[in-house]
């Protein structure tokens, strides 16, 4: 089965210019999460989706970033704009929508900020 | 926050058994744990849940105390590759819940 593509894999960007990250999920996966993981961390959810609705956005800080999920697949990641403490690695997982699933994870985006 | 408690560290002889502690003394009876571990510069990577009874795969084997308020996780064999950090999660099947990841545990496989 094909796992969760993320891309870029790398991307280097000034502080106040924006960034966007992109990621497919597994076919037929209804939840779709994306997690911002800092150097030295676990990684802490962004925001969620429940096909192409969000569940829950409460540490997404709105006020630059923004993700949206289209037609309940892909979905994207946008930073605007970006600040020198948005530098970490961004992953993207999905799992099915029901008891006892697993998610699975992509490579993640690592983005650095200068 | 999460709801687990790992060391942060361990170290584990090549080829012997890596035995992972958790926690997780205010789980609930609809929440499962799970184990996942990230290697350096990879996303995590899904290694083995359970609710009650203890699990095995091609991975792990995962031991539950009776009163679910800790678990294991066994690496029979532990090669070189195993060097990972290794998160455990407790999460219940309802609308809207996450994994929620602590800073785990970093495990170093010696030769």
């Known amino acids: 089965e094909a796992g969760v593509a993320q891309s870029p894999r790398y991307k280097i960007i000034e502080k106040r210019q924006s960034v966007a990250f992109w990621c497919n999920p597994i076919?037929?996966?209804?939840?779709l999460y994306w997690y911002q993981q800092i150097l030295g961390q676990g990684p802490k959810l962004l925001i969620q989706?429940?096909?192409?609705?969000?569940?829950?956005d409460s540490q997404l800080p709105k006020d630059r970033f923004s993700a949206e999920r289209l037609k309940g697949v892909d979905s994207t990641l946008k930073i605007q704009p970006a600040k020198l403490e948005d530098s970490a690695v961004y992953l993207c997982?999905?799992?099915?929508?029901?008891?006892?699933?697993?998610?699975?994870f992509g490579q993640g985006t690592r983005l650095t900020v200068v | 926050d999460a709801k687990t408690t790992q060391p942060p560290s361990m170290d584990c002889a090549e080829g012997r058994a890596a035995n992972l502690p958790c926690n997780h003394s205010?789980?609930?009876?609809?929440?499962?744990v799970y184990w996942y571990r990230q290697i350096h510069s990879q996303g995590p990577q899904y290694i083995i849940h359970?609710?009650?009874n203890n699990e095995t795969n091609e991975m792990a084997s995962l031991i539950i105390t009776e009163d679910r308020k800790s678990s294991t996780l066994i690496l029979p064999h532990a090669t070189l590759r195993d060097t990972a950090v290794y998160y455990c999660?407790?999460?219940?099947?309802?609308?809207?819940?996450?994994?929620?990841f602590g800073p785990g545990t970093r495990l170093s496989v010696l030769p």
């Open positions: 997982a999905s799992s099915l929508d029901r008891r006892g699933s697993r998610a699975f």
């Open positions: 076919s037929g996966h209804a939840t």
């Open positions: 989706f429940q096909n192409n609705g969000v569940v829950d």
């Open positions: 205010t789980i609930s009876g609809n929440e499962y």
């Open positions: 359970g609710l009650k």
């Open positions: 999660i407790v999460r219940v099947w309802n609308y809207g819940q996450n994994f929620v």
